[in-house]
């Protein structure tokens, strides 16, 4: 039996989508092998992956001038390639919002000069530091943010305003609801969350902003060969891009990203407002920046953290643990998660108060 998953990823598909890839396992239409068997220069995958990329454009609206990449190496990669592709000119701003701004810091402190416009690590990072606090530098090479911290469960609303190229990573945030492609240089997305399978990773780049690109890295490495490529530069994840292709269509089937994001939020809504009414929950983050998408709680009694989550297992409740880093529990709610599974948590918590609070 499939049970409600929490996990902040990989995390929950549309079983809708787990189904038809299942009914397409053996054989893909009347092609005589699966979509893992074939040559991704096929005329039949050709097929697969250019729906898969418009299906994309249509639900994001991603305006004309720019690329839409279907590379590997996770968002891990693009802490990386991001500096190596843009930043080797001068200084590079990063707000410093999380686990992931300080990782994607780290890898690019190795190749560039940066400049950290803001923290808020002082306070465990329970909140993104104001707009207007921030130390910008004067001719930046780009203007770094992580949409969504997906540990801590904080997240920045808006895009911010800046004169530098906008860069951003939406790991944990894509398709959760519209967004202003137009503002951003480069956006970058690991598929896990709400895209699909784990293995492929999302890059929407502006082709003015492309054509700043370095041209002197390895292949692999630039984004300027992926693009000319069509992402097939090499043998891209086949499966997967096909894989999330289906949840695009399954998303646009949905109403698209306006309707998700009302029930994304509705979701949250329902779930902070019983941590914020119980004196047994709590959650940390400010609350102009807690995430629709992952939202940590603790209990006030950590040591029952391990009943916890042992009896929520046993309710068909999983991976509800908070990130090893921060400990306490998250709930990660992306779009495949159903108003029902917020219930579900909901209820058990409530019981699991009354039994112990
Ligand atoms: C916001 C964010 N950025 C980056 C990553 C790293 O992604 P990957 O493991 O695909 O490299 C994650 C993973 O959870 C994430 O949540």
Sequence with gaps: MRKWNFSAGPAAIPEEVLQEAQSEMLQWKDSGMSVMEMSHRSSEYTDIANKARQDLIDLLKIPSDYQVLFLQGGATLQFSMVPMNFGVKGV????????????????????VDTNVVCTSEPSNFNYVPKETSWNCSENAAYLHYVANETIQGNALHI??????????????VILSEPIDISRFSLIYAGAQK?????????CIIKNDFLKTASVELPGMLQYVKHADADSMFNTPPTFAWYLSGKVFAWLKNKGGLDAIGEINKLKAKKLYDFIDNSDFYLNPVNKENRSIMNVPFLLKKPDLDTEFLFEAEN????????HRSVGGMRASIYNAIPIEAIDALINFMGDFQSKYG
Excluded at 159 to 170: F, G, R
Excluded at 194 to 202: E, F, H, M, V
Excluded at 315 to 322: D, E, R
Aim: proline residues 8%.
């Design 92 to 111: 590079a701003d990063y707000v410093l919002s999380g686990s992931w701004s300080k990782k994607a810091i780290n890898e690019a402190s190795k190749i």
């Design 159 to 172: 895009p911010p305003k800046t004169n530098a190229p906008l860069i951003s990573d939406m790991s944990s």
């Design 194 to 202: 709400n895209i699909g399978p784990a293995g492929l990773t999302i």
């Design 315 to 322: 309710a068909g409740l999983l991976n509800l643990k908070g």
